[in-house]
Every structure is written in C-alpha cells, then in structure tokens.
C-alpha cells in the first residue's frame, strides 16, 4: 500500500472514529448537542483553528478523489502491462504482448541468416512499442544489412497488423554460427549414430549365434 492510501485510509478512519463516538454520546445524552454547536462556533472563531480546518478539509477531499479514482488506473495500467489496449466507440481491443511477440518472432525467423531468436516486448503508456530481439547469424551474413532488413520488415508487418507504431527495434547479436563447428558436430552425431548401430548389429549377430548353437545341439 502506497503512502498516500495510507494517509487517505488514517484519515478517514479518525473521522469515522470521531463521528461514531460523538453520535453516540449525543443519542444517550451523555453529551448536549447545543455544546457541540459551541465548541464547533468557538473553533471557528479562531483565525489559525479555521485555517487548520480548512487545510485538513481540502487534503481529506484530495486524498477521497485519489482513492476514488485510483482502482480504475490501477486496472488500466494492468491491461497496458500486459498489452496494448486499443479503445473507440464500438468497444475495446486488448492486443496482448504474446501476439506482437509471435508476429516478430514470424518475421526474424523469415530470413534465413537469423538464428536461435529471442524476442521481448515493452510497452508504454502510449501505446509505444519497444522490441528487443536477440540472436545468432550465420558466418556469411552481412550483419548490417540484416539488422537493417529486420528493423524494417517488423516496424512494416506490425503497423498493417495491428496500426501500431513501433518506436524502436533493439537488435543484440549474440554470436555467429560457425558452419564447421556445426558440421563437426553433425559429423560427431553421425560417428555416435554408425557406432550404436555397430553394437545393434553386433547384438544381432550374437543372438542369431546362438540360436544357430542352440539349433545345432537340439
């Protein structure tokens, strides 16, 4: 909980408070109203008295409108988390991150030079968009020219998707794929391969072995 509901939620409590008590006090006559009303005149009569009233009011009503107003912004800045929420007089429209995720992960894993894609999605306030991509690319890549065709191509496929603005495309190059590292390492997964397939084979010579023994004796 934030200061300021903190602050809202004392503040009315005390006034409750006071009013409860006092209501009761004049209900079982354990108080006359007619003093109630000379001691409320009494501190309106004094300059700082009425001062302090007036100052306590004006935050009381400040702190109520905060309060008020405070769960509906709280549920529109979940939406805004969780995506981007478009509204006009038909109704609403809520794209979530996930869908504009998908449509760059679509878009980076269409060139073929772009390898192991991550992807993340900040939005703002405003709608804006903020994509941060992550990845490999091949060893005969022109790294400039990709990130310049991958920047493009997304800002281009989510605005005629979605009508949405993408303010920055942040492009993190994690490493290039080496080809023969991975050839040695299809060449490794082969040689794994034919020797599991040697013992399979050996196995089966074996068996066949010995029902040919077994044959034999009988």
């Given at each position: ?38 001691l409320i005149e009494e501190l309106l009569k004094d300059d700082v008295a009425r001062k ?49 995720e998908n449509l760059v992960n679509s878009v980076v894993k269409s060139f073929d030079d ?79 391969n034919n020797v599991q397939v040697n013992k399979d084979q050996t196995k089966e010579d ?13």
């Amino acid at each position: 909980m934030k200061i300021l509901e903190r602050i809202a939620l004392i503040l009315f409590s005390i006034i409750m408070i006071v009013f409860a008590v006092t209501s009761c006090l004049v209900l079982f006559n354990v108080v006359d109203l007619k003093t109630i009303y000379k001691l409320i005149e009494e501190l309106l009569k004094d300059d700082v008295a009425r001062k302090v009233i007036f100052g306590a009011s004006i935050v009381a009503i400040l702190l109520a409108i905060k309060s008020l107003f405070f769960p509906a912004r709280m549920k529109k800045k979940q939406e805004i988390k969780s995506g981007v929420l478009l509204e006009n007089k038909d109704g609403r429209l809520l794209i979530s991150k996930d869908t504009i995720e998908n449509l760059v992960n679509s878009v980076v894993k269409s060139f073929d030079d772009a390898v192991d894609v991550q992807t993340k999605i900040n939005l703002d306030v405003n709608n804006k968009i903020t994509v941060f991509i992550s990845l490999l690319v091949k060893e005969e890549s022109i790294i400039k020219e990709l990130s310049s065709s991958i920047q493009n191509k997304i800002k281009d496929t989510i605005k005629r998707s979605t009508d949405l603005d993408v303010d920055q495309v942040n492009i993190n190059i994690k490493d290039i794929e080496n080809n023969k590292n991975s050839a040695k390492n299809n060449q490794t997964k082969i040689k794994v391969n034919n020797v599991q397939v040697n013992k399979d084979q050996t196995k089966e010579d074996k068996t066949e072995e010995n029902k040919t023994e077994e044959n034999s004796v009988k």
